[in-house]
């Protein structure tokens, strides 16, 4: 049988896909990119025609959304909260919010530091999203003020590695200020995880 292809950038969010795969042991094609793709790896145009990342190919499917890659390679395993579970439809909504409401501004400040080039640079954008970001990531806080050690269903799942990744990006983007005292907690317990230091190890080309 085929692997899977992930087509990865270093820390992109793609980094979900790979650290998913890693904590569900399943083995694929990894391939990684220079960021952003479009402007350094323009045969990948014949892979994904978005440019974006990742890309996941898999019996000739292609899949481009990191949290419904993410609900593939769980289902099934424990890292999926199923239906029948009473936080199911709070996971979903995790899954949906992680890139919807919480990588969106954080998008707009990499826009505004890495990639335009310096004279189109815009340091208020970049304060505006990062606040925009601190009031959004306010729903991680509230959800783990009770003590909870994980954000749903009593254990670690897609979830936690969704919304991981956008309070893990706010921390390469000097925004993790922003984050509250149990968020911070949390993302260290996420950021501990042996496969998620094996996710970012992998990226290393």
Known sequence: MT???LYHCPDARSL???WAVEEAGIDVDLRVLKFPPR???????????????PGWVENGRLMTESAAICERIAEGTPLEVRR??????????WLHRSDATLTFPLAIMIRYTRVEPEARRLAQAVEDYKAFFGGRAKSI???LAD????????????ADIAIGYAAFLATTLGADDVLGDATKAWLARC???ERFVRARERQRV
Do not use: H, K, S
């Not at 402007?39 to 990342?53: D, G, H, K, Q, S």
């Not at 029948?84 to 909504?93: P, T």
């Not at 003590?147 to 897609?158: H, P, Q, S, Y």
């Open 84 to 93: 029948d579970e009473g936080d199911y439809w709070d996971y979903r909504n």
């Open 141 to 143: 806080e509230a959800a």
């Open 39 to 53: 402007a350094f790896e323009p045969e990948y145009r014949a892979v994904n025609p978005l440019m974006t990342i």
């Open 147 to 158: 003590g909870r050690e994980w954000l749903v269903a009593g254990r670690f799942t897609i």
């Open 3 to 5: 692997r899977p292809i």
């Open 191 to 193: 950021m501990a995880r």
């Open 16 to 18: 979900r896909c790979l």
